[in-house]
């Protein structure tokens, strides 16, 4: 996919991975880039400086998702492409079981990480199937192919994000409708802390946020399902896929020599 002359829309738009991709688009000559986050205000701070259009949504929220795209769809005449792209991170906590999180901290991530993209697929889907084309790049994680050790509950929906990105891609594939899926280990965002280490997920680097947007321009004009900008996450999907257990065994060990909080 080539975004130069597209309408695209960003969710999370206005900081880190989104705010990235935002400003690649735009660069790459999107016709408008659509800034959604459920900071308002830093939205439209973004979009103005984009010649964009800034929506206040929180994606947890369907009929505001639906709402949004019913909007631009009616001012630019169609969403090309539309990034599902907002997410959260919580941790276990203590005492550190894989159960430690409460419950409101699960449904959040399962909300956000999940149903957002369901709501957003649901709502652009009817306009796409129409002409036969439309693309979607959801934000997912490496821990939605490998784990994330410290926090359950983010592992959990992430893998879940990877699921409906595959569901996504074979129900609609030959339908015109092109589906990626955003993989990357420890970003520079508010999520690690702008300058931390990322922990776990950050055992082979930190990438900026650029970086990661701009594996995502390579990965669009290739249309490759996986994103995948931290390269060593391929081989160690090969690993866990060829001896799962040995896999776990070695997963259980860095979690050992990293301690607790594990990120």
């Known amino acids: 996919m080539d975004v130069a002359g597209k309408v695209v829309v960003v969710t999370g738009g206005a900081n880190g991975i989104g705010l990235a991709l935002c400003e690649r688009f735009h660069a790459a000559g999107a016709r408008k880039v659509v800034v959604v986050d459920l900071e308002e205000d830093n ?3 973004v979009a103005d400086k984009l010649d964009g259009d800034a929506y206040g949504v929180n994606v947890r929220d369907e009929a505001a998702i639906a709402a949004m795209v019913a909007q631009v769809e009616a001012d630019h005449g169609q969403i090309d492409l539309f990034c599902s792209n907002a997410g959260i991170i919580a941790l276990d906590g203590e005492p550190w079981w894989a159960t430690s999180a409460p419950n409101e901290t699960w449904q959040a991530m399962w909300e956000i990480h999940v149903m957002s993209h369901v709501y ?16 979607f790049l959801n934000t997912a994680s490496a821990a939605g192919l490998l784990n994330q050790i ?4 983010y592992s959990t929906t992430k893998h879940a994000a990877v699921g409906f990105a595959e569901s996504l891609s074979i129900t609609h594939g030959d339908d015109g409708i092109g589906v990626s ?15 931390g280490d990322g922990g776990t997920a950050g055992v082979d680097g930190v990438l900026t946020p650029a970086d990661v947007a701009e594996e995502v321009m390579v990965a669009l004009a290739d249309e490759r399902f996986l ?6 996450v391929q081989a160690y999907r090969e690993r866990k896929t060829a001896d799962y257990d040995r896999w776990l065994g070695g997963m259980r ?3 050992r020599a990293m301690g607790n909080p594990a990120v």
């Open 43 to 45: 939205a439209r701070a």
């Open 120 to 135: 957003a697929a649901r709502a652009c889907l009817p306009a796409m199937l129409a002409r036969g084309e439309g693309y």
């Open 150 to 153: 410290g926090d359950a509950a």
């Open 181 to 195: 899926v955003l993989c990357p280990q420890a970003v520079a965002t508010r999520m690690i802390g702008d300058n």
């Open 227 to 232: 994103v995948l900008p931290h390269k060593e």
């Open 253 to 255: 060990k860095l979690r």
